[in-house]
């Protein structure tokens, strides 16, 4: 057996509107396949829904012989067919034209129509429990307000509900049904009875602070499925943002008993939100490798990367473990959002274009699979008052207007005149990306002859 990069002719039938996120079917797609020499150049599969060919797309293209493996019977009738082509490497056609940006922010008052207008430009948005926070209440209400007008602007922009998983904010109306339960009991304490606190003085009219979810309650994860299910119930919503998803988590004064089953039930709440929906669901902080077994590859989520480019991320891995994590997730058919970026030294909020270029350099050196993969380079999720910074001028970066199309193949490693081996990986377009994955360093030389970052020497 041997793993290349082979294309994959994905055929659908599904009539669902372009503003879903099974948008992402493409005509072709190019994924590692697992071959033989006895694999066919045409595997037909028992039809499946567009929903869930994403996540199952690895599994489904593992060949170990002339047939490819099957899939759930529980899946129901869209793509109608994959077909391997042999010997190509990737599929031009499928490509961006250029770098794809996400939006994941908020602003403090409710959208204007040019707001909307202009995060709708986005291909992929996901609006915050910041949002309207002006008025400190009924978060889930304003984030639904704010995705239906950019649905408005643009029905092609997926539209992403943002909710936490570990933090009960004080502004969420869902904390108000939490907050009805007697002596609290679906928020964690301590093994002295005290509760643990995200924010004990949040300072908001009414509020005593963010507590945590118990998880190890049934009850309480049932309400916070049924909160997040009744939101996807919403057409102008296309998936749901997971933050704070991250298995093995440990809270002070909390015995390791209780905290295994506060972690257990955590694991059964993404489950029982994958059960909910058929929707998209993309995980921050998760840092896990799907498969087997793992929230990620169970409930066919994506994942966000915080700090992507740097050596340790905000979760603790290495560039080298964020490179070969990414191509995991994009070789399950899984989305993947990469926020990179520091603060300019002496600019208060503006990104650090050198960081900015070394990590952009990171994420064309891994990405996999067209459509998959977002790239944003902010320091924050603050859309920030000034106007000449923040996620509202995101789109005048010129990253985003180079050209860029589909790799001439995987990155390649070369020897630079230092003695340093830096990854190197050209586009049809002449671009080239660079990246020295030890020191993190690395650019990306347009085609147009415009550099983005720092190139490695």
């Known amino acids: ?59 489904v293209i593992l060949a170990t012989g002339a047939r490819a493996t099957s899939i759930p019977a529980s899946a129901a009738s869209s793509i109608s067919k994959v077909e391997v082509r042999e010997g190509a490497a990737w599929a031009a056609a499928a490509w961006p034209a250029t770098v794809q940006p996400f939006f994941l922010s908020a602003v403090s008052v409710d959208l204007t129509p040019a707001d909307a207008a202009y995060i709708g430009r986005f291909p992929l948005a996901v609006i915050n429990h910041k949002q309207g926070s002006s008025v400190p209440s009924g978060a889930e209400e304003k984030q639904l307000r704010a995705l239906t007008a950019i649905k408005a602007a643009n029905s092609s922009c997926t539209t992403v509900f943002y909710l936490n998983s570990q933090i009960d904010f ?13 002596d609290g009991a679906w928020w964690l304490r301590n093994d002295k009875g005290a509760y643990l606190w995200h924010n004990k003085t949040a300072g908001r009219a009414g509020s005593d602070g963010d507590r945590i979810f118990d998880w190890s309650v049934p009850a309480a994860r049932d309400a916070w499925v049924h909160a997040a299910a009744a939101v996807l119930g919403n057409s102008s919503v296309d998936g749901i943002f997971v933050d704070k998803a991250h298995g093995n988590t440990s809270f002070g004064g909390v015995s390791p008993t209780r905290m295994q089953q506060w972690n257990d039930g955590h694991d059964a709440l993404l489950a029982g939100l994958r059960a909910a929906t058929s929707k998209l669901v993309i995980l921050n902080n998760a840092y896990i490798t799907p498969p087997p077994g793992s929230p990620a590859a169970s409930s066919g989520a994506g994942q966000l990367f915080e700090r992507w480019g740097a050596s340790p991320d905000h979760d603790g891995l290495t560039l080298a473990e964020d490179l070969a994590l990414l191509g995991s997730l ?4 899984l989305a993947t959002l990469s926020r990179a970026g520091g603060v300019k030294p002496g600019s208060a909020k503006k990104p650090d274009p050198v960081l900015c270029g070394s990590g952009l350099a990171a994420f064309l050196i891994a990405v996999t699979a067209p459509g998959l993969g977002f790239f944003s380079c902010e320091p924050d999720f603050s859309s920030g008052v000034n106007p000449s910074v923040g996620w509202m001028t995101l789109l005048s970066d010129p990253i985003y ?26 586009f049809v377009s002449g671009t080239v990306a660079l990246l020295d994955v030890d020191s993190g360093h690395g650019c990306v030389q347009w085609g147009d002859g415009a550099v983005s970052g720092v190139c490695p020497t």
């Open 1 to 59: 057996m041997a793993v290349r990069y082979s294309t994959v002719h994905v055929t659908t039938t599904s009539d669902r509107p372009p503003s879903s996120h099974v948008r992402w079917i493409s005509i072709s797609i190019s994924i590692p396949i697992v071959c033989s020499p006895a694999l066919s150049t045409h595997s037909s599969m028992p039809r499946t829904t567009a929903t869930t060919w994403m996540p199952l797309i690895g599994a």
């Open 170 to 182: 004080a502004e969420l109306t869902l904390h108000q049904e939490f907050a009805k339960v007697a």
């Open 330 to 333: 994009h070789a399950h058919g």
């Open 401 to 426: 207007s180079h050209g860029l199309g589909a790799p001439n193949g995987t990155a390649v490693a070369v020897d630079t005149v230092g003695g340093a081996t830096v990854m190197r990986r050209a």
